[in-house]
């Protein structure tokens, strides 16, 4: 799977949107783009996934640039719940392999 | 409704001990299986994955193995634990076909 780039952590505050870059120049045709997080002693959660257009769910929505070289996973009202380390990944589709999950980004939320 | 369960929540063992944990799902035919290995402060690390029964393939050689006695069915084994196997052990699955992954509540394994 090819590599994506995040910032070691980000600092928001409670209430306010969240924007979480992610960089995957070397990014494939079939590769889609996965975001999972994980909160303190658990395992990893869906967060939201896409390919080429922007993607919206009850938890995220997902902005996908045009070239597909980065992407951002957007948080439209930060809870303390929040708070979490946030993985992009990116996996060609169909494929059976697991996740290769990164360092993610520390996402910390002041109240 | 799809679960994972995965057990127990925490083990502590001496070195040199044998290891099982046990990952079952429910409500789900022939899904994907895999198990995750979290070492402290460390990032999330692909150990196996399974796509039918008996069928294992493994991402880094090492200490454990894993096999896949039923459909639904995932275990983590070892004859003899090592320090280094510590870590923070995640079973999880996907439908076939399908992007998502959906990971069980951990085991939290100290080998002392």
């Known amino acids: 799977d090819a590599k994506t780039t995040q910032p070691n952590s980000m600092e928001s505050n409670e209430e306010e949107p969240v924007h979480l870059p992610c960089n995957h120049s070397?990014?494939?045709?079939?590769?889609?783009i996965h975001w999972y997080r994980q909160l303190p002693s658990q395992g990893p959660e869906y967060v939201i996934h896409g390919l080429t257009s922007n993607v919206n769910n009850r938890m995220a929505s997902l902005a996908i640039a045009e070239d597909r070289k980065s992407s951002t996973l957007i948080l439209h009202r930060a809870t303390l719940r929040d708070a979490a380390v946030y993985y992009c990944?990116?996996?060609?589709?169909?494929?059976?392999?697991?996740?290769?999950f990164g360092k993610g980004t520390h996402l910390i939320i002041q109240p | 409704s799809q679960t994972i369960h995965q057990w127990p929540a925490t083990l502590v063992q001496p070195v040199g001990s044998p290891l099982s944990l046990e990952c079952t799902v429910e409500g789900t035919s022939n899904p994907n299986l895999y198990w995750y290995r979290q070492a402290a402060g460390r990032g999330l690390q692909l150990l196996f994955y399974s796509v039918g029964i008996g069928q294992i393939s493994s991402e880094v050689p090492q200490n454990l193995s894993a096999s896949r006695p039923q459909d639904r069915q995932f275990i983590l084994s070892s004859k003899k634990l090592l320090l280094s196997d510590s870590g923070f052990y995640l079973c999880a699955w996907a439908g076939t076909g399908q992007e998502k992954l959906f990971f069980g509540s951990g085991t939290q394994l100290s080998v002392l």
């Open positions: 990944i990116l996996r060609t589709g169909g494929g059976a392999d697991g996740l290769t």
């Open positions: 070397t990014i494939s045709g079939t590769d889609y």
